[in-house]
């Protein structure tokens, strides 16, 4: 078989038939239909498996069930990871079951590149609204530019294409790896930094808008936060003598040219963001008082502020490997989110895209930081 296209799914009947038929006529317009659909889902109380299995998919067959595991997107991806192995699948195409702006090229750009021997991994590159993506624009991209030495835009998109090598070292990996946020929403920055230090073969697929169900980031991200943010530095530790002399940041091939499309328009609640930072914000020995006392007054962050705290925080964690050190992040996660948002409200998303890559530099520099604090030497 040449194409698996894998649904993780929980509670979504309104969205999962549009992304299911859609792959289908992807499956049958670009790869001939030599593929099936598969929906791993989380035991959905709402009827989205039903939904699902009634959706005519022009004759590409499909299978839904329910994954076993750790409630959670990780544990629901494992599973189709492990039915295309068995299927004996060339490539595995990822969809977010809440996605309304896919089309069926989106399975070729996904899987085209990998079935061409051209590339391991492929991560999406979109188009988003300037609010859209916070934990992806302050925290993923920027880190994984910086560490990893790779422009990979869209590090935690969630609409991916992985090669059957890959699939392999993936699932070669310890079960307890299983039992971690990687099983929940750690798995996307896990599958591309595993994939970034394992493969090497990455590239993006230019994919336009995306449309999904958009969440505001001061009520509804922090789960998400916090597995992200955890399994990124439990990465950091894996893959530290990958990272400490990467000191130069390399584009990663876009595929496919990027239609023009509109982004539709969305809010974030900048002073709730504002205010959950100012009254969550505590005194911690390993940030400075003053940027403690910038988010207790303004409920904001800067930049080189952010970074300086998101890096001492990683160092933090690696001494101690305690999860309350990711709790203490999220109010400057929300102050700095507050201000980015700030700082582009006025600005056309191309202008505030121009902002997010130009986070580069800071965090570079204040990398030197982070290797002079890391304790490789005195580590073992």
């Not at 999962?16 to 038929?21: E, F, L």
């Not at 060339?90 to 069926?104: G, H, I, Q, T």
């Not at 876009?254 to 963001?273: A, K």
Request: charged share 30%; hydrophobic share 40%.
């Amino acid at each position: 078989m040449k194409i698996v296209v894998g649904i993780p799914s929980y509670n979504n009947v309104e969205t999962i038939s549009h992304v299911a038929k859609t792959a289908a006529k992807g499956i049958v317009d670009f790869f001939d239909g030599n593929g099936m659909i598969v929906n791993s889902d989380g035991g959905s109380s709402d009827g989205t498996r039903e939904r699902f299995m009634e959706t005519d998919t022009f004759g590409v067959p499909k299978e839904s069930f329910i994954y076993e595991g750790i409630s959670g997107k990780g544990s629901a991806m494992k599973a189709i990871m492990e039915f295309a192995l068995r299927h004996n699948a060339e490539a595995v195409v990822f969809l977010d079951s809440d996605l309304r702006s896919v089309k069926p090229w989106w399975v070729e750009r996904l899987a085209g590149p990998i079935l061409r021997k051209e590339a391991d991994y492929v991560t999406p590159f979109y188009l988003r609204h300037r609010f859209d993506g916070t934990i992806t624009n302050n925290v993923c991209f920027p880190m994984t530019a910086v560490l990893y030495g790779k422009k990979v835009r869209q590090p935690i998109g969630g609409d991916f294409g992985v090669g059957r090598n890959l699939l392999e070292i993936y699932l070669s990996k310890p079960k307890e790896i299983w039992e971690t946020d990687v099983a929940r929403f750690g798995i996307d920055i896990w599958m591309t930094t595993t994939a970034i230090n394992e493969s090497g073969k990455v590239i993006q697929a230019a994919l336009g808008a995306k449309i999904h169900d958009v969440k505001d980031p001061g009520k509804h991200l922090k789960g998400m936060f916090l597995q992200v943010v955890g399994t990124l530095f439990e990465l950091m530790i894996i893959y530290e003598n990958k990272w400490k002399d990467v000191w130069k940041i390399e584009d990663v091939t876009i595929y496919g040219e990027t239609p023009e499309e509109e982004v539709p328009p969305m809010e974030i609640n900048i002073e709730n963001l504002k205010k959950l930072a100012r009254e969550s914000v505590v005194n911690l020995d390993y940030v400075d008082e003053e940027i403690v006392s910038e988010v207790r007054k303004t409920g904001t962050l800067s930049l080189p502020s952010w970074t300086d705290v998101l890096f001492k925080s990683a160092i933090r964690y690696r001494e101690t490997r305690d999860k309350r050190v990711i709790e203490e992040l999220l109010p400057f996660y929300f102050a700095r989110t507050a201000s980015f948002a700030e700082e582009v409200k006025s600005l056309s998303d191309e202008e505030a895209e121009k902002r997010v890559y130009g986070q580069l530099d800071v965090f570079l520099e204040k990398k030197k930081f982070l290797k002079e604090e890391w304790g490789f030497e005195n580590k073992r």
